[in-house]
């Protein structure tokens, strides 16, 4: 994958490898603290031994709710990577700590430690996030943030796999963790020295060292962008869910599964590794660029994978299960296959809305937006613990939770749809382009990245629109003839995907001119939209005559056109090839759809033959029987 070229960049490979280093010293330390409090303690500083497990997570995530305003802050007033040299140094000094906290077997001191790392990646958070976009080109930010998901749970796994078997050692397990902690963080500082300068954002803000304050102005300034706030409680609640099922691990084998510790150590391997994978899956998927799509396909598998952990039930295994026994078992395989592909889904769920924050961000305050996402996320995370103790105390099973959060799933997932529609439309879009069609774009570079454009495309189907919605990352408002929006389900999607609705001037004039007057607001906003100027599909699958419309819109908002030729839709189920389209079986699957994209035209060049014919050669495409015989050949090809 094309991705793995970032790691091989100096904008980028020095950053993910001290993000690596500082979640596997978190967990490293972490973990071998549980492993102690589990197996060596009956209590620390009056807190009973069983308690104390979920004591330590509380004592990590503190300080997410009492500092992470004003890390934002820091992150955007000052260059990010001073800010991050500061932070490493810190790190070693807390690990010195620990290490004296291990080797004279003074656990409090471990308890600090594990909040002082709690800390630390509170103001590492920001940055990490925040800086990937003053690094990565746009096209690269997909990719950045899908390595930099995979790369930490991968260190999360690492770092607790390590850290129970190494302090487990019975001779030395102490000296040996103090050394792995301390070599790391040294390892963490020096490669966090190669990353490069990431300007202030920000130099005027006042930074307040009062958490109350900051905290609440930072989760005001996030819900004022509707999208990223929703983006940011989507994220919130993967860290709900996923903190619950790591939670439900350990008691589901040994309880539900009657299986070893082992398995309890495969399920995490599987559970992180398949995150790794759905992240890294991101770019392919999505041609990297942002694609919201994906976010509801992550959510329907989620659920249904969730669901059918509730299926399985209870197995009645016999004996106590090893990894081996549970890999040689049906029920068993079906299990992990559950927990890769549920993950897996997680991983294409969380990069695309993690790169939305990033991208839609105001720069100003991207590092505080960041802040005040992983405030919410430790929110989120703390009334996940309460609700499995909630649902424990009611007597449910672990098969029950797991249903109960299959359906808090679809609830969350229906709830942020229906209040930001343009995640299950690029659903819809992406699934026909990607899944009932292979889509391939072709100059994709022509379209602007910012301001206002207008596409033109020829209009072979009824779904040309979506298609060329699936192409593209930008929102895009389309124009399209009232007679098209027939059907509850057809409304439903245009009137959510804002689709501009138009009429000849004959038939309703006042629907035109409204048209015209929000084609011409919507380009004012910077927006993109699409036109297609033959005003109607074609019945014949060559090209019809491009109406002057297109040269009023150009004419009263003057802006560049863009000119699409979609190549390979004739003959498909949306089409009128063999007569009327969607009145015949579809005899096409996974076909070869091209949208070719030529150059910018400039607005004063525009006029409504000129785009036709560039159009046409774009396309090869024929003229329709009667139309202006252009110097253009060739057909509208199946491919």
């Known amino acids: 994958m094309s991705q793995f070229r970032l790691l091989r960049q100096k904008n980028f490979a020095p950053l993910f490898w001290t993000q690596f280093l500082g979640a596997f010293n978190d967990n490293f330390l972490k973990n071998a603290l549980i492993i102690i409090a589990t197996f060596q303690l009956k209590s620390l500083m009056g807190i009973p031994s069983e308690q104390l497990v979920v004591v330590s997570g509380g004592i990590f995530i503190l300080p997410f709710f009492l500092f992470s305003a004003t890390a934002g802050q820091l992150a955007d007033k000052y260059d990010k990577i001073k800010i991050i040299r500061v932070v490493k140094i810190v790190e070693i000094f807390i ?7 291990l080797l004279l077997q003074r656990y409090e001191i471990l308890l600090f430690t594990l909040f002082m790392m709690g800390v630390h990646s509170t103001f590492f958070g920001p940055v990490k996030y925040s800086i990937l976009p003053q690094h990565l080109k746009e096209s690269e930010l997909v990719g950045g ?37 301390v070599s790391v963080a040294i390892a963490g500082y020096f490669s966090c020295l190669r ?25 005001q300034t996030t819900r004022k962008n509707k999208t990223v706030f929703l983006s940011i409680m989507g994220i919130s609640w993967f860290w709900f869910f996923g903190g619950a099922v790591l939670s439900l691990f350990p008691h589901y084998c040994k309880d539900t599964l009657r299986a070893s510790e082992g ?21 392919r998927f999505s041609r990297k660029r942002l694609e919201l799509g994906l976010v509801p396909l992550g959510s329907i598998g989620i659920t249904f994978f969730s669901a059918d952990l509730y299926r399985i039930g209870s197995p009645n295994f016999d ?6 026994d549970v890999l040689k078992n049906y029920t068993g395989i079906n299990i992990v296959l559950d927990l890769l592909f549920l993950s897996l889904l997680s991983g294409l769920f969380i990069v695309p809305l993690n790169t939305l924050i990033q991208e839609r961000s105001d720069a100003m305050f991207r590092s505080r937006i960041i802040a005040a996402n992983n405030i919410i996320n430790a929110l989120f995370m703390v009334m996940a613990s309460g609700s499995l103790v909630l649902m424990l105390s009611l007597g449910l099973s672990y098969p029950q939770i797991f249903l109960v959060l299959a359906i808090l799933n679809g609830i969350v997932a229906i709830y942020i749809y229906t209040l930001l529609p343009e995640f299950l439309f690029r659903f819809i879009a992406w699934g026909l382009a990607n899944i009932m069609y292979k889509l391939r774009v072709e100059g994709d ?12 495309c020829n209009h072979v189907s009824f779904i040309d629109w979506l298609i060329v919605a699936a192409a593209f990352p930008r929102p895009t408002h389309f124009v399209m003839d009232y007679s098209m929006a027939k059907g509850w389900l057809m409304k439903r999607l245009m009137k959510r995907a804002k689709v501009i609705l138009i009429a000849p001037a004959k038939e309703d004039p006042k629907m ?3 048209a015209f007057d929000q084609i011409a607001h919507d380009l004012t906003e910077g927006e993109v939209v699409c036109v297609f100027p033959e005003g109607k599909i074609t019945h014949d699958g060559k090209l019809n005559l491009f109406k002057p419309g297109i040269e009023k819109v150009v004419t009263r908002t003057p802006v560049p056109v863009v000119p699409l030729a979609l190549v390979g839709m004739w003959g498909s189920f949306f089409s009128r090839e063999g007569g009327r389209a969607l009145h015949k079986m579809p005899k096409r699957f996974f076909s070869r759809v091209i949208l070719k994209v030529g150059k910018p035209i400039p607005p004063n060049d525009v006029t409504a033959l000129g785009l036709q014919e560039v159009v046409c050669k774009l396309g090869g495409f024929q003229l329709s029987q009667g139309q202006a015989v252009l110097p253009c050949t060739g057909t509208e090809r199946k491919l």
């Open 319 to 324: 004996h106590t299960m090893s990894v081996l």
């Open 195 to 219: 990353i490069p300068s990431a300007p202030a954002t920000d130099k005027n803000i006042k930074v307040e060292w009062n958490p109350v304050t900051p905290t609440w102005k930072v989760i």
């Open 263 to 283: 398995v309890v150590t495969l399920f995490l391997a599987v559970f992180s590794v398949g995150i790794g994978l759905g992240s890294l899956l991101c770019e």
């Open 512 to 514: 035109l001119e409204e």
């Open 95 to 101: 690990m010195l700590l620990s290490a004296a906290g």
């Open 145 to 181: 943030n899908a390595l930099v998901e995979a790369g930490t749970f991968l260190s999360i796994l690492l770092g607790t796999i390590g850290g129970g078997v190494l302090i487990s050692i019975k001779s030395g397990g102490s000296l040996v963790v103090s050394l792995g902690l």
């Open 445 to 456: 570079e022509n379209i602007p990245s910012k301001g206002p454009v207008i596409l033109v």
